[in-house]
């Protein structure tokens, strides 16, 4: 039974480093965001691809002020859930932070720092059907 568990364990580890080696979906030279974004995720949003590679329904990034200051809007959502189950990313200009407006199973969930200024900014972008130039 050991050689068993052993090789089960030799595979896990294996798996890992493919998983976490995959590409960003953030544009390039946002990594410190993203890998900031995946730490402030939910437990249950972790194992969720739609989630970490933003490999649903998305949006290119987008410019996207709030309240006058630059951010850089994303957006990605769960294949066929997509209002119950989303995420509008605001990263900031450092490219090390980011705010997030997550909703998963319809309950709402702020990350990174999202305040009143992002949700109702989110409230902006639905009402505006996903087309926004500024919140």
């Given at each position: 039974?050991?050689?068993?568990?052993i090789v089960?364990?030799?595979?896990?580890?294996?798996?890992?480093p493919?998983?976490?080696?995959?590409?960003?979906?953030?544009?390039?030279?946002?990594?410190?965001?993203?890998?900031?974004?995946?730490k402030?995720?939910?437990?249950?949003?972790?194992?969720?691809?739609?989630?970490t590679?933003l490999?649903?329904?998305?949006?290119?990034?987008?410019?996207?002020?709030?309240?006058g200051k630059?951010?850089?809007?994303?957006?990605?959502?769960?294949n066929?859930?997509?209002?119950?189950?989303n995420?509008?990313?605001?990263?900031a200009?450092?490219?090390?932070?980011?705010?997030?407006?997550?909703?998963?199973?319809?309950?709402?969930?702020?990350?990174g720092?999202?305040?009143?200024?992002?949700?109702?900014?989110?409230?902006?972008?639905?009402?505006?059907?996903?087309?926004?130039?500024?919140?």
């Amino acid at each position: 039974m050991r050689p068993v568990r052993i090789v089960r364990l030799a595979s896990a580890a294996l798996v890992l480093p493919l998983v976490a080696a995959a590409p960003s979906p953030f544009p390039a030279g946002y990594e410190a965001s993203y890998q900031a974004y995946l730490k402030s995720l939910p437990p249950g949003g972790r194992s969720a691809a739609w989630l970490t590679r933003l490999n649903g329904v998305t949006a290119p990034p987008a410019p996207m002020p709030i309240g006058g200051k630059p951010t850089l809007y994303l957006f990605g959502c769960k294949n066929h859930f997509c209002d119950t189950d989303n995420v509008n990313i605001f990263l900031a200009p450092d490219r090390k932070s980011f705010r997030a407006v997550l909703k998963m199973r319809g309950s709402q969930m702020l990350l990174g720092g999202a305040g009143p200024s992002e949700v109702a900014c989110v409230r902006k972008l639905e009402a505006a059907g996903g087309v926004l130039k500024a919140c």
